[in-house]
């Protein structure tokens, strides 16, 4: 008889998958504080912006994070299917919209500077309660929006020489502890990436393409 | 006025996305050999097998390669608009499955060892006409499949804790110059991403996922 379970690393072989330490949810701490405003422009505004922006400084680009987290509380009976399963960290704005943590990266900045910004001010109390740095690691995906508005693609397309927008989805490794403080009009949710897969109406292209780019991985869950 | 061009690399930045060279198609050599055998087992003995299989050694494991080129030949003149876009080396058996090269992994052997013997055995003239050596890199994805004859997930499902097959995809660089040589009875075809992307119906879950785990590359199409 040989062996039935899930076959350990492939000892030795430097081409094998690469593990991912992850963390049950309950080693967070997760607050709330002031509602920030948000965006209430025009689809004719944001537009006209884009276009400014683009003849000012050439195409937009952005970075999000991709944040792994687990469930391993056996309080979380509602869901028993879903114990150890890894889950993604979103942030859901006015109800129905999903994102991932990020934004728009400035004139000379880094990647990994603006992503360390940016999740500075949307997940934590701000620059004042700064907590653990933010570990950036590698970039798991680019996607491409040829035109303002225009859907994304995972590649630049064909002819397209002049594209509009990028934006670069990198692993952000969490510590074994941290405090989430998110604004009180904004949710910050973990769904399991079974819930991702193939869900692009409800998460959009590069949401519901995480699982993926994320299945090189063996998910190591360490309980604290 | 800013740069309206596409971004060069962000220098400096280690995690910044990494940059791969490929090749024109005109650079390879295809030529063709006698045909191998087909399998003509039925859905029954196939099953019968894969349980028998399970049985015996546990988990069948398999490897596939992810071998891009691009078209530069001005006499492409077909299909102008994909001049310069990476294409996906695929295996089309039978007039109508795609699959990427590859197969099942032998006890004992290392995913790396395993998938040179396959792209030997499948893109060569065998062991008799060795060409260079077959550079297998990086680990871009897993599928897992949790029943033997289950849809394919880029994730291990919840509560699934004896999958039956799990196949790793693997980056194989190409080196300036290689003769590929396939058996009559299949057909080895560069296909555009972009037409690969979310083309589910044709290509499977695999294939088409493709574009998205190789979107963290900058092609750097290298022209001899």
Not at 66 to 93: A, D, M, T
Request: net charge neutral; hydrophobic share 35%.
């Amino acid at each position: 008889m040989g062996d039935h379970s899930i076959p350990e690393e492939n000892g030795g072989d430097p081409s094998s998958s690469t593990a991912l330490d992850i963390y049950p949810l309950s080693c967070y701490y997760f607050g709330s504080r002031d509602s920030v405003s948000l965006n209430t422009e025009t689809r004719a505004d944001r537009l006209l912006r884009l276009r400014a922006n683009y003849d000012a400084v050439g195409m937009r680009s952005c970075v999000a994070a991709v944040i792994v987290v687990v469930f391993v509380s056996q309080n979380y009976l509602l869901q028993v299917e879903l114990f150890k399963h890894p889950h993604l960290l979103l942030l859901q704005v006015q109800n129905s919209i999903y994102r991932l943590p990020g934004g728009r990266v400035r004139q000379g900045e880094s990647d990994t500077d603006c992503l360390k910004r940016k999740l500075e001010s949307k997940l934590s109390a701000g620059e004042d309660g700064r907590g653990p740095d933010w570990e950036v690691g590698e970039c798991l995906g680019m996607w491409w929006r040829p035109d303002f508005e225009s859907v994304l693609y995972p590649y630049l397309p064909p002819n397209i020489k002049r594209p509009k927008e990028c934006t670069k989805l990198y692993l952000v490794k969490l510590p074994p502890s941290r405090r989430f403080i998110v604004p009180k009009n904004s949710r910050l949710l973990a769904i399991p990436l079974c819930q991702l897969h193939e869900n692009y109406e409800t998460y959009g292209p590069i949401i519901s393409g995480v699982p993926q780019l994320l299945s090189k991985y063996s998910f190591n869950m360490v309980e604290p």
